[in-house]
């Protein structure tokens, strides 16, 4: 069963450009996270949101929760070749459960 | 450097046949996980300890089966693999399970069941 779901499944953008993704998930939440993997990697943990935050920052990454929405959403500003990858959410109403992910293709 | 390893990378395996993909961690994370990724349904998780010594099934556990006999190791064994167990492999670890602290992951195994 997928507690989480991004939007779009690929974007393509410009180095330069933001990107902008987004969650929707079904349950509450204790905590919302978003993680990166390059192409046959590992996923990489890249930023947790805590169901009483609504914004948080890390670097060039923002992420967004509406917990009223049940929707999150994490941008990439300034966006760089090595930006390229997928991007997952990851929502804990008890154990992790994973999106399906968004393709990010960055060109120079 | 501190993490996670998986063994082996990859492996092709005949359908029936037993194997185990290994797991370590050398942060000394109380929580493990197996999950599997297959194109288009995302990562799924397999079983989950959250404690050395205590094991627990996720959402796809059936034909899988786990130990955690020190806080290091988190063994993942296919006890009669079939085709459909094709897949790439991802063991975890946290500080504290279930879900209040970020994962992190192995590189992965690449199995092909043929």
């Known amino acids: 069963s997928q507690q989480g779901e991004e939007d779009p499944q690929a974007l393509s953008i410009q180095e330069g450009e933001n990107a902008t993704m987004n969650c929707s998930y079904k349950?509450?939440?204790?905590?919302l996270q978003w993680y990166r993997q390059n192409s046959g990697r590992g996923l990489v943990h890249l930023i947790l949101i805590r169901s009483n935050e609504r914004e948080k920052h890390s670097g060039r990454l923002r992420v967004t929760l509406d917990t009223s929405k049940k929707s999150s959403s994490l941008l990439i500003t300034a966006s760089r070749a090595a930006d390229t990858a997928s991007y997952f959410c990851a929502t804990a109403p008890r154990m992790l459960i994973f999106g399906t992910g968004t393709r990010l293709q960055v060109f120079p | 450097i501190a993490g996670i390893t998986q063994a082996p990378t990859s492996q092709i395996l005949a359908a029936g046949r037993r194997m185990t993909l290994r797991c370590t961690q050398d942060m000394r994370h109380n929580a493990m996980y197996w999950y599997r990724q297959d194109l288009g349904l995302g990562l799924r998780l397999i079983h989950y300890?959250?404690?050395?010594?205590?094991?627990g099934k996720g959402e796809v556990p059936d034909g899988y089966s786990v130990s955690r006999a020190n806080t290091d190791d988190f063994p993942l064994t296919l006890a009669s693999a079939v085709p459909s167990q094709t897949s790439v492999y991802f063991c975890a670890s946290s500080q504290q399970g279930p879900s209040n602290y970020g994962y992190t992951f192995g590189s992965g195994t690449r199995l092909t069941v043929v």
């Open positions: 300890s959250n404690t050395a010594g205590t094991t």
């Open positions: 349950t509450s939440i204790n905590n």
